[in-house]
């Protein structure tokens, strides 16, 4: 039977959806619920895991749709939260060592680019950002931020400092397979960044399911055991006031200056550095 978080309109007799195994630790699974969006949303049934999924319809459904005016999109976004990806690159930073001489990054689904295009008004030529998007629409819109656009990892021309992914692993098929490629792209002492929405059984406690395009909600088990089948170790899990946007954050760009990560931010988003030190290169 469907819970009571069923839309309205479901018929309450229709058949459990036939439940998948897990994505991230192959176990059985169960049907919770079916999202506003009419998303079939799985449990897994192991303790240590509990990831919530929903099985991928098409190959388009972990890609976000963006507006038809992308540049107005890109330029309300980084009025909004041009102050956030500030602190945000200071935290990146303190994880790095600092500003270096010559850097580089990865925006692994950089979207309409307002993070890596503040990042580029503070770091200036030493650094090169890459971006890295899955939505075709997005990919003129990189060259006239003066940002390097890949199409494919294997297209990286060098080693980076730094892949973030601002939450995007929500969005990915694979996350797991995904995941495994990224130590070798890494200089030695490299960083992994990511956040992601958290997946709870109650829909009202957290965003996740407001995105129709997100295919994983991550518990706080199933991102640590989806890391560390990558081949991650050094993981580190916090809540970063960083990620969230205060009041009056028209700031204009400034050197970055290191700031210790925050733990008073909202919850609902599971963030964690990683740090695969082990296995860059």
Known sequence: ?????????????????????????????????????????????RAACGHFFTPARDEAQGVCVRSEDLERESDEALARYQERNIRLLELFLKYTGGVKEKMAILDFGAGNAHIPRTFKRVLGDKC??????????????YEKYGLARIERLEDLPEKVDLIYLIEVIEHLPDPIATLRTFPALLQKGGTVFLS?????????????????SHLHFFTGRSLNIALRAAGFTALDYKFYSEMYPRAGNNAIPRPPRVRHPGMDSPSGHLVGPTWPRERGA
């Open 1 to 45: 039977m469907k819970n009571e978080t069923d839309g309205p309109g479901e018929d309450k007799n229709a058949p459990d959806p036939i439940a998948p195994r897990c994505p991230i630790c192959k176990q059985e699974t169960r049907h919770v619920f079916t999202s506003k969006h009419g998303r079939e949303i799985f449990q897994c049934q």
């Open 128 to 141: 090169t950002l890459y971006c890295l998007e899955k939505n075709n629409e997005c990919k003129g819109l």
């Open 196 to 212: 992601t929405p958290e997946g709870h059984m109650d829909a009202s406690c957290t965003n996740a399911y407001d995105t129709p």
